[in-house]
């Protein structure tokens, strides 16, 4: 071997090493024999250099897994001898392997096992048990090996391949899963009772002295008991031992988990009945189940783990003899299931919430049996009572959380709460009555008490109250209305949160989950509107958009919108003493002398739009709307006055970005309060339109500045796509302008997301905008055929993304010009242009492999044949559509890269389809003589097949085309 490539081997060699040692193991590899080499490293010893070990293995499992096949059987044979060899050498050691190298060992003898156990070496387990005998490190081997085995052959975690899934990924004629399945049905027939044996052995003999292997072999159990008799570890000799596992603490752990697999396997309902009950009898008479005594908290989750295997273990057993109509068994199951929800409870309500989810699974399952009960008994709600109290506590925070910086466990909590949730929601479709009971007595006792509670408490007695909402749900929010009894208590509930002061609590957890909850119930305030000043209050001071943490007045401003949005008819005589309170938060403030606003740009542009909509939808006529409009928004056009003459002036181009920011926030926060408008209407009847033509005047000419541009253009954009739905045709002459400027030295993003605009005015205003789009339509192409002619670096997989996207867009403008009605726009282009244009489209339909252009490409073809394919149509279109249109609809689906299988693909034949049947529709026996005559022939189709294709392109129903297109491809691409 390579020695100087070895070095490379070892973890702390340098990079040039490192590169020689992989470009070494790359060829050893592709080589024929170079294998041998490292086999016979192996078989005697050659090396000690534990990373030289691992790599003659890796070089080993390269071959056996990939070019196994391709081998004599002298070299299978030399395989085998390799590892019974160096097998044997490891039973006499005086050192064990590192870990790492036994490992890849074990997968290396898993890899020989599977491609020989069925046929050259049917005695492997044998083999292996006779050289490990009762040797420490030779059963250490021996247990690893049958783990690898497990993963190869039968551990759901590892994906298998089946031939038919994807063939292509998988060419080996032999079915791996059919494969896998003989190998367990051979083990079943032939060692699998000797391999138990030899695990009983090991047990016996290793649990005093070894604890090591005797979690390995524990851990084998667990993993084979799944598929073999169940007979053969379900006996009493082996779960005495389990047992006494149990009660070692080095063992139990890998004891309770090996217990666990053997109540998981699938059985017969009664005997899994029995096998659970007799389990537990000897765990509960073993003092297992006081919980209570027991200290170690990583053996209690592995515990509880088993109990929720056993509670849904019985619960499946329950469910199917429910189906099969044995009652009598059931009921006997039942109540097995209901002798274990004490223990159930105990581990529910445990401090350590590893051991608390662990059970949710069997207290879920549980729930769901007594919904399907037409009556509890006592027994039973008491039980629901249990399982509802332990959900409250464990509802409540900890000490130790940390609220301003949430890490691992913090999110570990986070979701466990989501469980706590479902469990809380199943408990309502159970007992209703009951939780809203529970919940308002917990609510009342503590949130009328607040100042002397604990935050946990008072902020898990609002959070109730909030779930609630989901727990109980009722149709468009209607909570107050209905069921008296429920009503009247989330009203009493709700009227307690509002007036108790508890807003003023100093933690942000409770003062987010009041937002929360008073956003969430917003219907409460319409049958109570007097709590709307205290909530309104809370909003606005130090509790809420002023509140000292910043991730309360960030949610807050959602909340406070969300508020006022729901609200608005309540919301008239607030409005001006509301606005007047927020109007410091309204200020355009970019960051100058460390000054730092107390919202940040995306919460402002909340309070925005609720300043916009609390405007909007008041009673105030229409000369006092459109003053406070005024009033809102004439600060803002100021400031960006100033902004923009300090950015064309600013050299520094840090400065430059935060001042095109400032200037793109006061074009958003403008935007944002258009969105009370709905249409036109609204703004007219508001008086507010000259307002925000006032806006445009202010904003357009920013399109000008030479720096920043694409923040600036993007920004402004975004406005104009707004006022083109407030202020319809008032804003057309805006239009002409700002396209010339954004149409400036463009970037193929500049493109894309302008043409978006230019299809929202084109679809809005049809004809009115005819003469400005036939002005645009070839300057507008033009600089889109720029962007996509500009050579891009072959690997830039960004630029080949954006140019596709840019084609996307270039389609779906054509698309809304020429379905619009617009078709004029293009043919007034001259001849030459036009050309291009059809050209262009031909091009998106055939040559890019993109399903999504092509589909488009393909209306806008059918879209030109209906208007321009007839008789009357435009010089020579009808010549354009049988060389160039009639081919694309072949050549297209012909493709290698158009792909049948593919739902986008199959909508683009599908509208290729349509193309075909238009022109046949517009040209008739025209189009089936050239379709018969000339076409078809000289793709070598055949005359039958020519035939059909005529005759179903004359039927009436264009479904049947669209059927035999994909089978007609289908046929042809054989």
């Not at 408990?427 to 939780?435: M, N």
């Not at 270039?810 to 282009?829: H, K, P, R």
Request: hydrophobic share 45%; aromatic share 10%; net charge negative.
């Amino acid at each position: 071997m390579d020695e100087l490539a070895l070095l490379g081997l070892n973890p702390n060699a340098d990079g040039d090493h490192r590169q020689r040692a992989l470009t070494y193991f790359e060829q050893l590899k592709v080589s024929q024999d170079a294998w041998q080499v490292c086999a016979e490293s192996l078989a005697k010893g050659i090396y000690s250099d534990d990373h030289v070990k691992f790599f003659c293995f890796q070089v080993m499992e390269h071959q056996i897994k990939f070019k196994y096949s391709e081998l004599t059987a002298n070299q299978h044979q030399l395989i085998r001898e390799t590892l019974v060899t160096w097998l044997q050498a490891q039973t006499q050691s005086s050192q064990a392997e590192k870990t790492f190298i036994r490992n890849k060992a074990a997968q290396v003898f898993a890899l020989v096992f599977v491609a020989e156990y069925l046929t050259k070496w049917p005695k492997f387990f044998f083999d292996i048990l006779s050289i490990v005998g009762l040797n420490p490190r030779g059963i250490d081997l021996y247990l690893r090996i049958l783990m690898a085995i497990d993963a190869e052959v039968v551990d759901r975690d590892v994906v298998h391949t089946q031939e038919g899934i994807f063939p292509e990924a998988n060419p080996i004629p032999l079915q791996e899963a059919r494969r896998n399945t003989l190998i367990k049905d051979t083990m079943r027939e032939q060692c699998i009772p000797s391999l138990v044996e030899s695990w009983y052995q090991i047990l016996q003999t290793s649990q005093q002295t070894n604890s090591e292997v005797t979690c390995q072999c524990l851990e084998v159990i667990g993993a084979y008991v799944s598929w073999i008799d169940l007979s053969l570890i379900a006996n009493d000799r082996f779960i005495n031992i389990l047992l006494s596992h149990m009660s070692i603490e080095v063992l139990r752990e890998e004891a309770c988990d090996c217990l666990f697999e053997i109540v998981n396997k699938g059985m017969d309902p009664i005997d899994k009945t029995k096998l659970v009950e007799s389990l537990c009898q000897v765990l509960q008479s073993s003092g297992f189940f006081n919980i209570d005594q027991e200290e170690d908290v990583d053996f209690l989750a592995r515990f509880s783990k088993l109990v929720n295997g056993m509670g849904q273990s019985l619960i499946i057993s329950w469910t199917k003899l429910v189906k099969s109509g044995d009652l009598k068994s059931a009921q006997e199951t039942l109540q097995s299931i209901e002798t274990k929800v004490p223990l159930m409870l105990r581990l529910l309500v445990h401090e350590d919430d590893d051991i608390s989810t662990n059970i949710v699974g069997f207290c879920y399952d549980y729930l769901q049996i007594l919904k399907q009960l037409t009556l509890l008994s006592d027994e039973q709600k008491v039980n629901v009572e249990g399982i509802m109290l332990a959900v409250i506590k464990k509802l409540t925070f900890d000490e130790e959380y940390n609220f301003e910086n949430e890490g691992e466990d913090e999110a570990m909590f986070v979701e466990y709460r989501k469980q706590l949730k479902l469990l809380l929601d199943r408990l309502a479709q159970v007992s209703p009555e009951l939780l809203l009971a529970s919940v308002q007595r917990v609510f009342n006792t503590t949130v009328q008490n607040w100042q002397s509670k604990p935050f946990m408490e008072v902020e898990v007695a609002i959070r109730l109250l909030y779930m609630l909402g989901e727990a109980l749900p009722v149709a468009h929010g209607a909570h107050f209305s209905g069921d008296i009894a429920k009503a009247s208590a989330l009203q009493d509930m709700m009227r307690t949160l509002v007036t108790s002061g508890v807003s003023a609590y100093q933690h942000t957890s409770v003062t987010l989950e009041f937002f929360e909850t008073v956003v969430r119930y917003e219907k409460f305030f319409s049958v109570e509107p007097q709590q709307i000043p205290h909530v309104l209050m809370a909003f606005l001071d130090q509790r809420g958009l002023r509140h000292p943490n910043p991730k309360v007045r960030s949610r807050t401003s959602y909340l406070f919108s969300r508020f006022v949005k729901s609200l608005n008819r309540q919301m008239n005589t607030f409005i001006e003493d509301i606005l007047n309170r927020i109007q410091d938060l309204l200020e355009l403030s970019p960051p100058e002398n460390g000054f730092h606003a107390l919202l940040s740009s995306d919460d402002q542009l909340f309070i925005f739009e609720a300043a916009g909509v609390l405007i909007v939808n008041s009673e105030f006529p229409a000369e006092r709307k459109w003053l406070l409009m005024r009033k809102l928004l004439n600060p803002l056009l100021e400031k960006f006055k100033i902004v923009l003459e300090k950015l064309v002036m600013e050299q520094n181009e840090e400065r430059q970005v935060v001042l095109a920011d400032c200037l793109n926030h006061a074009v958003g926060f403008v935007s944002r309060t258009s969105k009370a408008f709905s249409n036109k209407q609204t703004v007219k009847q508001c008086g507010c339109s000259e307002v925000y033509l006032d806006c445009l005047r202010t904003f357009l000419p920013v399109l000008s500045c030479p720096l920043q541009k694409d923040v600036l253009r993007s920004g402004v954009r975004t406005f104009l796509h707004r006022m083109i739905i407030c202020l319809e045709e008032e804003v057309l002459p805006f239009i002409p302008s700002a396209s010339e400027h954004m149409l400036k030295d463009c970037e193929a993003k500049d493109l894309q997301e302008f043409i978006p605009l230019m299809n929202q005015i084109t679809a809005k205003f049809k004809t009115q905008v005819s003469p400005f789009l036939q002005q645009v339509f070839m300057p507008l192409l033009q600089a889109i055929f720029e962007v996509l002619v500009r050579p891009a670096e072959e690997n830039d997989q960004s630029a080949a993304l954006e140019k596709q996207m840019l084609r996307r867009s270039y389609f779906a403008f054509l698309q809304t010009v020429s379905g619009s009605g617009m078709s004029e726009v293009i043919a007034n282009q001259g001849a030459e242009n036009v050309e291009r244009v059809l050209v262009t489209v031909i091009q998106g339909a055939v040559e890019y492999p993109d399903p999504i252009a092509q589909k488009t490409c393909f209306i806008i073809l059918s879209k030109l044949v209906e208007l321009w394919g007839g008789k009357d149509g435009p010089p020579g279109f009808a010549d354009f559509m049988y060389k160039n249109i009639v081919p694309a609809c072949f050549l297209a689906p012909l493709k290698p890269t158009f792909d049948l299988s593919d739902a986008q693909t199959v909508l683009a034949l599908s509208e290729c389809a349509v193309t075909i049947k238009t022109i046949h529709l517009k040209r008739g026996l025209e189009c089936i003589q050239y379709l018969q005559q000339e076409y078809l022939p000289s793709l070598q189709v055949a005359p039958e097949i020519i035939l059909e294709f005529c005759q179903v392109l004359q039927q009436p129903d264009a479904k049947m085309l669209k059927s035999y297109l994909k089978v007609f491809f289908q046929r042809a691409k054989l």
